[in-house]
C-alpha cells in the first residue's frame, strides 16, 4: 500500500483503498483502476458507482431458492416450465448461472451461500440449509451439486444427513469433472453432461 504522504489527494487515496478491498486487486492494480477512472467521463463514472450501489439497495434474495432476484421470487422458481419436484443444491449464485447456460436442467435450485469450512470459519449454520429443509417434501429429487473437494464432499454429506429422513432421492453430479474441480471452470458440455447423468448420492 502507497503510503498517506505519497497521494496527491485524499480523494484518489479513498479510491484506491476502496478498489484495493475487491479479492485479487493489490494496491498497484487499485491505484492503475483509479487512475483510469479518472481519465472516464463522468457519465460513465456516474453509471459504474450507481451500478454498484444498486447492488447494496436494489437486489434482492429469491424467497425460496435464494438465489440473486430483482423481486422476492426469481424468474426460475416462478416459472410454470420448471420441474417443482428436483432441486439442485449448489454453493454459489455463480453456480446457478453456470448450469444455466447448459440449457440441460429444467428444476428449481437451492443456493447455500457458501460450503461448510472450518478453516474459514464457515459451520453449517451459516448456510441456508434450514431453508433447503423447509422446501422439502416426500418423493422429490434433491441434486447436490457442489465442488468435489475436501470441503464440497464435507457439504454434500452433512446435507445428505439432514435430508435423508424427509423420503427425498438423493443424487450427485456424475464427475466428468476432475477430483477437486469447481463447477466454476467446468465447461457447459461437460457440466450440462454430468447433470444428465447424475447418480444417486453415496455417503
Ligand atoms: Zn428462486
Redesign the pocket.
Known sequence: MYRAENYPSKVLQNAVEAISSLPGIGSRSALRLALHLLKQDKEDLLRLSSSIAALGSEIHY?K????V?DSD??Q??SSPKRDRNLICVVESVRDVMSIEATNSYNG??HVLGGIISPINGVSPSDLNIRELLARLKPGMEIILALSGDVEGETTSFYIYRQIEAYGVKVSTLARGLGFGDDLEYADSLTLGRSIEARRPFKP
Open positions: 429469491c425460496e431458492c435464494k438465489m432476484s421470487l426469481c426460475i422458481c428449481l435450485y
